[in-house]
């Protein structure tokens, strides 16, 4: 504990496309590297320490999830994680609260300048909650700083997440479980059809949606097509704009104000 949110993961079909529409968006883009899995990634970095992970897959990895989702239901979020200060602690907090985690995994990838990082994780099989993740080599060598965290639009870090979830009670009860600490607010919003639990972290707020009528149409249709999980982000910049989804690759994207 604290915990922050380390990286939102974003699969997409055609990376080298997906970086040009990242940066028409107005976001400084990154060349990542290749996993050994095979699968290939660009960075958007903010100055928060939080970051976007535009991941393709130019062939099929049937175990993984994110391929899945990627293959079933086409580009768009499929993850996120958030960091802890002490990842064996926190891990060990949680498996003690009943949350099922797989891990220690180990990962890595090789960057283009042939630098290799590594990094351990530890996963919830139901993505409803985020995967926790440490950093083996040095976190600047994953998390580039710099100019590469100033980006044209604008944005300077991570305001929020949505995450779509089929039980919210029992959501609920795992991110009190994960983060240590009780909702910032409970019930749901007249009119807009769904029950809506929120947690705070640091300067970011987790909301957890249930569509519970036909009007929470988008939400239910995201739980048929993808699943539980990250569903919507918002980033803190200088003025409200939703981002263009079809330039975000289906991700729902959007700049907040920061107040």
Do not use: C, K
Not at 247 to 256: D, F
């Amino acid at each position: 504990m604290p915990l922050s949110i380390d990286h939102i993961v974003i699969a997409v079909t055609d990376l080298d496309a997906a970086m040009r529409n990242y940066a028409a968006l107005g976001f400084t883009v990154l060349p990542g590297g290749e996993h050994p899995r095979g699968s290939r990634n660009a960075l958007v970095v903010f100055e928060d320490g939080a970051y976007l992970e535009i991941i393709a897959f130019p062939r099929p990895v049937p175990d993984f999830r994110w391929w899945q989702v990627l293959d079933r239901a086409g580009p768009g979020l499929v993850d996120y994680a958030v960091l802890p200060d002490d990842f064996q602690a926190d891990l060990a907090r949680a498996r003690a609260a009943g949350i099922v985690m797989d891990g220690p995994i180990d990962g890595g990838r090789l960057q283009p300048d042939g630098a290799r990082i590594a990094w351990r994780s530890a996963r919830p099989p139901e993505p409803d909650i985020p995967f926790l993740v440490t950093d083996v080599t040095p976190r600047d060598l994953r998390v580039p700083p710099g100019a590469a965290r100033r980006h044209p639009n604008g944005v300077t870090g991570v305001a929020g997440v949505t995450v779509a979830v089929q039980d919210l009670v029992s959501s609920t009860a795992r991110y009190r479980a994960l983060l240590g600490r009780e909702p910032l607010a409970t019930g749901g919003l007249p009119g807009l059809g769904f029950g809506l639990v929120q947690f705070r972290i640091e300067r970011q707020t987790l909301s957890l949606v249930e569509p519970r009528a036909s009007a929470a149409a988008a939400p239910a249709a995201h739980l048929i097509a993808r699943g539980q999980g990250i569903y919507a982000v918002s980033f803190y910049g200088p003025d409200d704009v939703a981002l263009d989804i079809g330039l975000a690759h289906g991700a729902r994207l959007e700049i907040v104000r920061d107040r």
